[in-house]
């Protein structure tokens, strides 16, 4: 079981960029699913991006297609998401999670990280 540990939300206007980390414990971190997920206050969890375990394989919330990029480093254990062109109700809590499933749901997913806030102003 892999520990997962967000950094590098913050404060931007919109329009400009921030790149969320995620780094994770463990020897077996390949062989998981990764994603990044997003809480608003009041809203429900949803999905934002996901990448298989090698890295070959990424998907995209219709919402963040074009704008943010998914990506992962084995080696160091980190699973990144590359936000651009950010917008007002990007604002959310950001989460990480590792699981065995290419899927988009939270039910997918059953390890969770706890969460690092993203504040786009307009």
């Known amino acids: 079981q892999v520990q997962l540990v967000e950094s590098g939300g913050g404060l931007v206007q919109a329009g400009g960029s921030l790149r969320l980390s995620c780094a994770a414990s463990?020897?077996?971190?390949?062989?998981?699913?990764c994603g990044w997920f997003r809480q608003a206050p009041g809203k429900e969890r949803e999905f934002v991006a996901g990448i298989s375990g090698g890295g070959s394989s990424t998907y995209y919330a219709n919402s963040v297609k074009g704008r943010f990029t998914i990506s992962r480093d084995n080696a160091k254990n980190t699973v990144y998401l590359q936000m651009n062109s950010l917008k007002p109700e990007d604002t959310a809590v950001y989460y990480c999670?590792?699981?065995?499933?290419?899927?988009?749901?939270?039910?997918?997913?059953?390890?969770w990280g706890q969460g690092t806030q993203v504040t786009v102003s307009s």
């Open positions: 463990g020897r077996t971190f390949s062989r998981y699913v």
């Open positions: 999670a590792a699981g065995p499933y290419l899927l988009s749901t939270v039910e997918a997913f059953n390890t």
